[in-house]
T-cell receptor
Framework: LAKTTQPISMDSYEGQEVNITCSHNNIATNDYITWYQQFPSQGPRFIIQGYKTKVTNEVASLFIPADRKSSTLSLPRVSLSDTAVYYCLVGPGSGNTGKLIFGQGTTLQVKP | KAGVTQTPRYLIKTRGQQVTLSCSPISGHRSVSWYQQTPGQGLQFLFEYFSETQRNKGNFPGRFSGRQFSNSRSEMNVSTLELGDSALYLC????????????FGEGSRLTVL
């Protein structure tokens, strides 16, 4: 069963690039890595998903090395509104069955 | 398109009581999963339902149960409430089971006194 580990907190300044790493040593062959963002009093919101190598969308990039034992969420040029908790999720891809394991979450504080 | 709706948003119960929480998924989504969120434990997976069948269950005691109806709406029930059950209970819906994009509701905040 995959167990995920993330840093508890990170600080950054507006305009900087932020990289948050999640460790998942026991990831299964059919597991995907997904990242979510959560603001206070709201449910988590999907950011990005990947299986291997690099995935990029309009808000973030996800880097997954060949061994898939970790993944890094990259947020380019953060702003104050990016202050939130970021979770990585490891679990079977869409259409498959398996437990959905969230990391403990990383609280990102963006300072002006 | 309406999002995921969870009811009630807030509730207070006492130890020993039971509680039922409801989740209405996004129209067309057939999978619903439930999570318990606490400051100390983060987001913990409770169970996942797809087409009225429980596909997976997390490591929670049998006091936690759920079901899904033919219209994909889901309920979870916690019996014999304990103080440690105080948490935010989140449900998420998706088109398929697994970790395709999950759409979360705002949660039901349960306080057990």
């Amino acid at each position: 069963l995959a167990k995920t580990t993330q840093p508890i907190s990170m600080d950054s300044y507006e305009g900087q690039e932020v990289n948050i790493t999640c460790s998942h040593n026991n990831i299964a062959t059919n597991d995907y890595i997904t990242w979510y963002q959560q603001f206070p009093s709201q449910g988590p919101r999907f950011i990005i998903q990947g299986y291997k190598t690099k995935v990029t969308n309009e808000v973030a990039s996800l880097f997954i090395p060949a061994d898939r034992k970790s993944s890094t969420l990259s947020l380019p040029r953060v702003s104050l509104s990016d202050t939130a908790v970021y979770y990585c999720l490891v679990g079977p891809g869409s259409g498959n069955t398996g437990k959905l394991i969230f990391g403990q979450g990383t609280t990102l504080q963006v300072k002006p | 398109k309406a999002g995921v709706t969870q009811t009630p948003r807030y509730l207070i119960k006492t130890r020993g009581q039971q509680v039922t929480l409801s989740c209405s998924p996004i129209s067309g989504h057939r999978s619903v999963s439930w999570y318990q969120q606490t400051p100390g434990q983060g987001l913990q997976f409770l169970f996942e339902y797809f087409s009225e069948t429980q596909r997976n269950k997390g490591n929670f005691p049998g006091r936690f149960s759920g079901r899904q109806f033919s219209n994909s709406r889901s309920e979870m029930n916690v019996s014999t409430l304990e103080l440690g059950d105080s948490a935010l209970y989140l449900c998420a819906s998706s088109i398929q089971a697994g970790t395709g994009e999950l759409f979360f509701g705002e949660g039901s905040r349960l306080t057990v006194l």
